[in-house]
């Protein structure tokens, strides 16, 4: 009997035989700091089913823990709810080891990991499609573009599972398999962190899909991420839904980012000014200096801010380029519902600057100033006044808040 990488029972005939990522610190440019997890699920019924797989070095793993409960050629079907690498990639070696009758994908997912491993013998379905695995069912909808054009989520009406794919999870590596088993600061921060990176520029879409839910008709009483821990309580699946509600909503809060690169720490000193005047109002506010705080973690702290406020100094005519990484992403990811402020240092061009504030406008950003600069050094006058600003920015946010 193998007494090691075993497989977890999470329901009557459903097993969790995912792997644990302790010591991922990097996951496409967004820092892991708790490792994370690869989920898949094994269906023991009539027709024995797969669900998703694992990033391609741990495929040893997942099959070793569906080992624990039967060998794996004995799976019928394999079902692969999403295309990126970290659950597809050890699809191909999972199909040449199962020999599966069929892998059912999406059929934007066909295209994807047909691009990615060829063709490998897909079955189309979509949403509305089911397939009968013997005593339960699994149904099929498909979430395109949340977050890939291949994304869908199947339901297994016997256990009322329903497998989320990417949505509802997050990175976080550790020996417990359930959301009931952390403490809740740490799945609002990684559940947090995950959507503020991953999904925050699909806000509607998942409004969207939050509130066309109900009418599915699905009795949901899990849900399963391809990442981090499941949910089973009543209470916790009313939490992480109305979590990702809020947190696509972004309405205004009384908690703003300042975040600053700085060469010979003038934008530093800007920086803590502003933020003191924040702070003065009552608004929570973090400081965050690109040089130790990477662009994942800067995001994270704009979702959940009112107010973002971003300096840098100028560097041969343009921002500093930390600030250039961090803008370029932070955009990309579209954060809702912001004021903000540029500020910054030069010493004889001073485009940095007013090239953040060209960046804040493009994100949609109120700003209420424009952007605040200094020659070389602040002085203590220019101290004064960026405190002021940062608390007029502090008050120009709880009216909003107030609203
Ligand atoms: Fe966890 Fe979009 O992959």
Redesign the pocket.
Known sequence: MQEFFKAEKIAENVYWVGAVDWNVRNFHGYETGRGSTYNAFLVIDEKITLIDTVKAPFVDEMLARIRSVVEPEKIDYIISN?A?P??SGALPATIAAVKPEKVFVSALGAKALGAYYGDLGWTTVKTGDSISLGKGTVSFVETKML??PDSMVSYLDSAKILFSQ?AFGMHLAGSKLWADEYPKYILEYEAGKYFAN?INHLAQKIIDLLDALPGLKLDIQMIAP??GPLWRRPEDLAWILEFYRKCALQAPVPHALVAYATMWHSTERLANAIADGIRSTGVEVKVADLAVNDRSSVMTEVAKSGLIVFGAPTMNNQMFPAMADVLTYVKGLRPRNKIGMAFGSFGWSGEGARQIAAELTAMGAEQPFEAFQVKYMPTTDDLKAAFEKGAELGRALLSRCEK
């Open positions: 999403h990126e970290d659950h977050h890939w990417d991953i391809d990442h």
